[in-house]
Nanobody, 127 residues
Framework: QVQLVESGGGLVQAGGSLRLSCAASGRTFSNYAMAWFRQAPGKEREFVAAISWSGGITRYADSVKGRFTISRNNAKNTVYLQMNSLKPEDAAVYSC????????????????????WGQGTQVTVSS
């Protein structure tokens, strides 16, 4: 089992920044690719960003590319999502997910590829 706990959400004005953190415990963190997904009210969950077990490979949704940065610190068992230039449409519950790695390039962008999920943290962006 892997337990994931997100933090760092909150209310920010459009154009502002937030950094989300996801702390993992339970299994060897570096065995897992990590990702962030988000879900806004009335919408389906969508992929935001993923990072490989080593941190060497990252992938982003087109909607956040150039504004968001995913990173990880395997020594601290934590993955981060730095969000800059936030827009009202970025408002959602952000959840982190862990997927047992399928190799160096393993950075899936679909929910079913991930084995463990956190409870989520709310991000609200005011216009």
């Amino acid at each position: 089992q892997v337990q994931l706990v997100e933090s760092g959400g909150g209310l920010v004005q459009a154009g502002g920044s937030l950094r989300l953190s996801c702390a993992a415990s339970g299994r060897t963190f570096s065995n897992y690719a990590m990702a962030w997904f988000r879900q806004a009210p009335g919408k389906e969950r969508e992929f935001v960003a993923a990072i490989s077990w080593s941190g060497g490979i990252t992938r982003y949704a087109d909607s956040v590319k150039g504004r968001f940065t995913i990173s990880r610190n395997n020594a601290k068992n934590t993955v981060y999502l730095q969000m800059n230039s936030l827009k009202p449409e970025d408002a959602a519950v952000y959840s982190c997910a862990a997927g047992y790695t399928g190799g160096y390039y393993y950075t899936p962008q679909t929910g079913p590829d991930y084995d463990y999920w956190g409870q989520g943290t709310q991000v609200t962006v005011s216009s």
